[in-house]
């Protein structure tokens, strides 16, 4: 072999490592691992970077219902295609904050049906009485759309041998808040209105009231149901009640001491939350501004 054959060649095996270098990369941040759960063979959840999605599966399709983010997508798909005897697939995606928001994950190009509520939906541009606005540059770099359908109060489904009722919900986190109820299974997602992983937050931007958050809680509390979590793992109904009592402990705490003449700040000051922070003050909304929402409620009115 001649010198310029073996600097061929030599150039050709580093321009090949690069390539497969960039393809691993790509791959790693493409797809987001994800653990997956059951809680009966229909019945599974998916817990992403996210939140949790909880997904119908069987005969008739799948119906997935949470905030995915996009990089999952191929995950679920796949993991999807190897459990529903159907390629019929239902995506209702939650609300969050439309900065973070993004819009069907991809689902959309994959041929899924694809629904957000309305509330949501319009704050992502579309659900006008005329054209929708063009999408964020954002969602263009993550390769996804914005829902094509918008529902306003329930959403059914009789799908794999359950009845699935998606039912919106006086504001709590935000005005988009709706109950997933799996009848059969006796299985209730609530969003971010049971975040799982510490206090909720009450996303006045979009309508969340701190009043819609203790109403939506008191139905559900010490229920025999399972409950799955904006986060973390599927629980009890005892634990829903015990999270709608600090909430309400919280509230009647920050209460008091308005009425009593302090100022936020002295609020802040006096730790309403230091008997809770052990359990509920490591998630994503700290203490204080678990207490700043509750005190900026309380102060605008939402009271009950």
């Not at 959840?45 to 999952?72: E, M, Q, R, W, Y």
Request: a neutral charge; charged letters at 20%.
């Amino acid at each position: 072999m001649t010198l310029f054959h073996s600097c061929v060649l030599l150039r050709m095996t580093v321009a090949m490592s690069l390539v497969l270098a960039l393809m691993a990369c790509y791959s790693t941040n493409a797809q987001e691992p994800v653990s997956v759960s059951e809680i009966t063979p229909e019945v599974l959840v998916f817990a992403t970077k996210a939140g949790n999605v909880v997904a119908s599966v069987g005969p008739d399709g799948t119906l997935l219902v949470g905030t995915p983010p996009a990089a999952s997508t191929p995950y679920i798909s796949g993991i999807l295609a190897s459990r529903a005897k159907s390629a019929v697939r239902y995506v209702v995606i939650g609300p969050q904050e439309s900065a973070h928001s993004e819009g069907d994950a991809g689902w959309g190009r994959r041929g899924a049906f694809v629904a957000m509520h309305e509330n949501s939906l319009r704050r992502l541009g579309a659900n006008a009485m005329g054209a929708p606005s063009p999408m964020s540059q954002r969602f263009g770099e993550l390769g996804v759309d914005r829902p094509p359908i918008a529902f306003s109060e329930v959403l059914a489904f009789d799908i794999n041998g359950d009845s699935i009722h998606i039912v919106h919900q006086k504001p709590g986190y935000s005005d988009a808040d709706a109950i997933v109820h799996f009848h059969v299974a006796k299985v209730i997602y609530l969003g971010e209105v049971l975040s799982g992983d510490g206090y909720p937050a009450i996303d006045s931007a979009q309508g969340g009231t701190l009043a819609g958050l203790v109403n939506t809680l008191d139905a559900w509390a010490g229920s025999a149901f399972r409950f799955v979590p904006a986060r973390g793992e599927v629980t009890d109904g005892a634990s829903v009640k015990a999270f709608r009592d600090m909430i309400v402990t919280v509230r009647d705490r920050v209460k008091q001491r308005i009425d009593g003449g302090r100022t936020e700040a002295q609020i802040l000051a006096e730790h309403p939350t230091a008997d809770f922070d052990a359990r509920w003050g490591h998630g994503r909304v700290q203490p204080d501004r678990f207490v700043h929402e509750v005190y900026d409620a309380l102060k605008s009115g939402n009271k009950k």
